[in-house]
């Protein structure tokens, strides 16, 4: 079946430093993928929709120059997390639909952030 | 968004089928049900939707009210590793063309425990 990955699944990194987050779709080509950020014992909350060819379509509320979304391929998009503070650390999420489909979309196994 | 409502929580006994309600009483007609499940630490997952009729597949069944304003999901022999957090979601499919449409909004879901 249709996978999509994500890496690294956890990092550690130091205040005001940058984490690059890949997500892959294994095995079909993905246009549109959506990031995630889910906080602990809380529901996932959409960040951004990453679009193939195009800019990324931020969410109210998400800062677009702190959370730089790269969609360059079909079947890669990737977030940075720019000058990362401890507030960033959290559980980040992405998921592809397969293009045309009206069934399921999936997610990686998603990405631990912890800023130090 | 069309909202839906479920249980915070929700008690089960391994090898007993457990049902987890959703209310959705603002639905339109052009929206699906969807459930997601999220095991502890990962990304979520997809388990079942449906439109109008009930519908079964290897992992649950899916019983839609006539009216359509609650569904029903149902594990018909919960194991240990259905412990996770169900998510119902409308989606509508006649939205944005392509891949856009496939944004997802999560609740707060409904833990579900299973007892050994």
């Known amino acids: 079946g249709a996978v999509v990955s994500q890496h690294p699944s956890w990092v550690i990194c130091k205040s005001g430093t940058s984490v690059k987050i890949e997500c892959r779709s294994l095995d079909f080509q993905a246009t549109t993928m959506f990031w995630y950020r889910q906080f602990p014992k809380q529901s996932l909350m959409l960040m951004a929709t990453s679009n193939e060819g195009s800019k990324a379509t931020y969410e109210q509320g998400v800062e677009k120059d702190k959370f730089l979304i790269n969609h360059a391929s079909l079947t890669l998009s990737t977030l940075t997390v720019t000058s990362a503070h401890p507030e960033d650390s959290s559980f980040y999420i992405c998921s592809a639909p397969r293009q045309g489909s009206d069934t399921e979309a999936f997610f990686g196994q998603g990405t631990r952030l912890t800023v130090v | 968004d069309a909202k839906t409502t479920q249980p915070n929580s929700m008690e089960s006994n391994e090898e007993e089928p457990v049902h987890l309600p959703c209310n959705h009483s603002t639905i339109s007609g052009t929206d699906y049900i969807h459930w997601y499940r999220q095991l502890p630490s990962q990304g979520p997952e997809y388990v079942i939707h449906?439109?109008?009729s009930n519908v079964n597949n290897r992992m649950a069944s899916l019983a839609i009210a006539e009216d359509r304003k609650s569904s029903t999901l149902i594990l018909h022999r919960a194991t240990l590793r259905d412990a996770a957090v169900y998510y119902c979601?409308?989606?509508?499919?006649?939205?944005?063309?392509?891949?856009?449409?496939?944004?997802?909004?999560f609740g707060k879901g409904t833990l579900l425990t299973v007892n050994p």
């Open positions: 449906g439109l109008t």
């Open positions: 979601i409308l989606r509508d499919v006649w939205g944005n063309s392509g891949g856009s449409n496939y944004k997802l909004t």
